[in-house]
Every structure is written in structure tokens, then in C-alpha cells.
């Protein structure tokens, strides 16, 4: 067996990984970062919708060309009985990426780095040391490997082998994804603008989409629903929407989809109770962060390693880093907006077709159209909701089984 030390294990190579590998690798700290696949970047489990302030981050604005970004400015949102809810932004408020190319060019970072990199390395044991610290082994392309680690990163996803090695308590919710790309037949959707499909035929708990991309008439088509229902069914029903047809300007019944790729996933809503460890910490899908109101979970994942790079820089040592001191940090800081959207979560699941109707028909008003238009942001609906809830109290009777958890957004 190989045996490797190094300051901090990384388990997983997704974006989150990635991301904080290159990150504590840029500040001097010995990583090896395990990823059980041997080939970064697919099957392709998201829609890659992002919001722009992703290139924002530390080291990530050299990325953008790199994964060829379709600037998204708006939304066509299509209510079960009603549509197009016409949202068009003033500015660019998403763009929509490569995801593949995007977790390739993370990869690249890390190896700029010096971070040390392992495919095809299955996580096998972990267990605290005596003296502090974890010993890991796993399975690797050239035979068993033990590592002795300071720290423990645990960002593999949905079906997190850490979390059910340790123990760990699942994350609050989990609905079911699918995310598609492929070639519409006849279909003329704008480049700039995404669709929106809600109703539970298709989604119960969040919604449908049909997004752009720079690559010419292919678009990327997906759905995140509650367990209830078959997912593949629902899939089907979305290509046969009749807003769907609408957005896409189609005007036969049938609809000739020809997909490229077409995966089904789980994603992780709601952070559950983490036990507290001495140097082990999991982000990202892990530990549902993925935001609540509409399953994304790269920028979510990617700013809280950026938390626990901060959180890093207040400790004298590795060995001061505990799990439930780190999480009440991220929870005042990059984590606020993400725990508060949990209370649109509930709400969302719980809502019937005809509350959507009559939430969509509402925010079709001019007045609140504009203030959409100017203050909507992907990434913080909960500040929107405040903003419009403010703006118009009588939003809030609509419907009013809800009234004592929109109390808690506005406040």
C-alpha cells in the first residue's frame, strides 16, 4: 500500500472540489483531492445555468471564455393555465456554460497549482486518529493508498460515501432531476431568453426549464420534481407542454426532441444535523446546499469554499477547525441567503396548480414586472421576495395558509 500525508484530503472532483482544492492549494496547504471517476466533467448531472458573479470569485474570472457563457437576460415563465410571464432583465442576469469544459478548466487550475489529482480512486475507510487527524484508504488505478490528513473535505455529492461512512444524517429533502441536451426539431427559441414550466404534471415542488446554449439549435432541457411520479414520464410530458411548444415556436403537436445526453439525478435540499468533528467538513451536494427554490448548486458550493477559506485564515491551527463552529460561520456569511430560502422551500412544496395561477397572474403586473426586471437576481430570491412583498402587502393574502412564514422572509 502507498502511504501519502498531506494537510488536507479532498474527497470528489466535481466543481466544489475542485474549487476548493485550487483554493487551498493557491494558500500553501498539501492537498490530495480522490475522485472515483475517470473522466472530469460527465455524465453531465446539471443545466449549467449560473449566475455571472461566478466568475467573480477567486481565480474563476479567467474561466469564462473558456467554457463559452450564453448570456441569459430573461425568462418566459409559463404557469399551469397561464403564460408567458414575460421577465426581461436590464442586464445580464444568468449565463449558461459548458459544464464539462467548466470542470475541466477547474481541473487545470488545480494542476497549476500543484494539487495532487487522483481519478479513479474509490474512498474505502476513514477513521479519527489518536492523536488528531484521519486515516483514509482507498482504491486507486495503482493499487491501495492510505492517507494521514489534518483535515477531511468531503464534497461527493448527493450520494456522499463520507456522509454513510461516518454516519451522518441525509439532507432534508431530496427531489429527483433530469438534465437533458439535445436538438429541437424546428424550434426557434431566442439565444438570450430561458423558459419556465410549472404545474404538477410536470413538477411537483419546483418547475421545468429550457435553456440556450452557444452550440446552434441545441438547447438544454431538464426538470427537478418532488419523489411523487414517474420522472421519465414527467420528462416526456414537458416535450408535449403546450408552453413548451409556445416558447419554442413550435406550432405541430408533435414535438421531435433528439437528445445528446440525458441523465437522472438526485439533488439535495437543506442542511441536515452534522455531527461534530475535529477537521472534517463537507460542502457543496454533500450536505444539500444546492439553493432551495431551484436546485442550483454550483455557486452555492463554490462560495462556501470561499467561507472556509476565511473560516481557515481565524484559526492558529488546522486542528481548531470543528464542524459546527465552521457551519454557524458560513451560516452568517456566504450561507445566509441559502438557509433562508428553505422557507420558500416549504412553501413551494405544498403549493397546488391553481396558487401557482394565481401567484403568476399577480407578478404579471406592470409594477411588479419592473421591479423583477431590475432587482431579480438567481441567487437571492429571498431578497427579491422581501422586496416585492414590501412593495405589495396584499401579495401576502393570496394565499393566506402561508402568511406566518412570509412574515419571516420579509422581516
Known amino acids: 500500500m502507498m502511504n501519502l500525508i498531506a494537510d488536507a484530503a479532498i474527497i470528489g472532483g466535481g466543481p466544489v472540489g475542485l474549487y476548493t482544492t485550487y483554493l487551498l492549494s493557491k494558500r500553501g496547504y498539501g492537498c490530495i483531492l480522490l475522485e472515483k471517476k475517470f473522466n472530469i ?34 425568462a418566459d415563465v409559463y404557469s399551469p393555465s397561464h403564460g408567458p410571464l414575460e421577465i426581461r432583465g436590464k442586464s445580464e442576469k444568468a449565463v449558461s456554460i459548458d459544464r464539462h469544459l467548466f470542470e475541466r478548466s477547474l481541473m487545470e487550475l488545480v494542476h497549476c497549482e500543484s494539487g495532487d489529482f487522483r481519478l479513479g480512486s474509490v474512498l474505502c475507510s476513514i477513521s479519527e486518529k489518536a492523536g488528531g487527524g484521519w486515516h483514509l484508504t482507498a482504491r486507486g488505478m495503482t493499487g491501495n493508498i492510505g492517507i494521514d490528513t489534518k483535515m477531511v473535505i ?17 439532507p432534508q429533502d431530496f427531489l429527483s432531476g433530469v438534465s437533458s441536451e439535445g436538438v429541437v426539431k424546428n424550434a426557434c427559441p431566442e439565444s438570450d431568453i430561458v423558459g419556465v414550466f410549472l404545474g404538477s404534471k410536470i413538477s411537483k415542488g419546483l418547475f421545468g426549464w429550457v435553456i440556450p446554449t452557444q452550440r446552434d439549435g441545441y438547447v438544454k432541457i431538464g426538470l427537478a420534481s418532488k419523489g411523487e411520479g ?12 403546450a408552453g413548451f411548444r409556445d416558447f419554442l415556436g413550435i406550432d405541430n403537436k408533435a414535438t421531435m426532441y ?24 463537507f460542502l457543496g451536494d454533500s450536505v444539500g446546499m444546492p439553493k432551495a427554490t431551484s436546485g442550483g448548486g454550483i455557486l452555492p458550493g463554490l462560495e462556501s469554499a470561499i467561507s472556509l477559506m476565511r473560516y ?7 486542528s481548531d ?9 458560513w451560516k ?8 433562508k430560502s428553505g ?17 403568476v397572474e399577480a407578478l404579471s403586473d406592470p409594477d411588479l414586472l419592473e421591479l423583477i426586471n431590475e432587482k431579480g437576481d438567481i441567487d437571492r430570491p429571498v431578497e427579491l421576495a422581501a422586496r416585492l412583498l414590501r412593495h405589495r402587502p396584499s401579495l401576502i393574502t393570496l394565499v393566506p395558509r402561508f402568511i406566518p412564514k412570509i412574515m419571516r422572509i420579509i422581516r
Open 154 to 170: 468531503a464534497c461527493d455529492g448527493a450520494s456522499s460515501s463520507i456522509r454513510n461512512i461516518i454516519g451522518s444524517e441525509y
Open 343 to 359: 422557507y420558500i422551500r416549504d412553501m413551494i412544496n405544498s403549493l397546488t396548480d391553481v396558487e401557482l395561477d394565481k401567484y
Open 321 to 329: 477547525l470543528r464542524t459546527e463552529d465552521f457551519y454557524l460561520y
Open 332 to 339: 452568517k456569511n456566504e450561507g445566509k441567503e441559502l438557509v
Open 41 to 74: 466533467g460527465l455524465p453531465l448531472k446539471c443545466a449549467g445555468l449560473v449566475n455571472p458573479r461566478v466568475f467573480e470569485l477567486e481565480g474563476l474570472g479567467q474561466l469564462r471564455d473558456s467554457t463559452f457563457p450564453q448570456p441569459i437576460r430573461g
Open 230 to 241: 414517474n420522472i421519465h414520464e414527467r420528462f416526456r410530458t414537458l416535450l408535449s407542454d
Open 312 to 318: 481557515l485564515s481565524e484559526l492558529d491551527e488546522i
Open 258 to 281: 433528439i437528445p445528446v445526453s440525458y441523465t437522472v439525478n438526485p439533488i439535495p435540499i437543506g442542511l441536515p444535523t452534522i455531527p461534530d468533528r475535529s477537521g472534517m467538513i
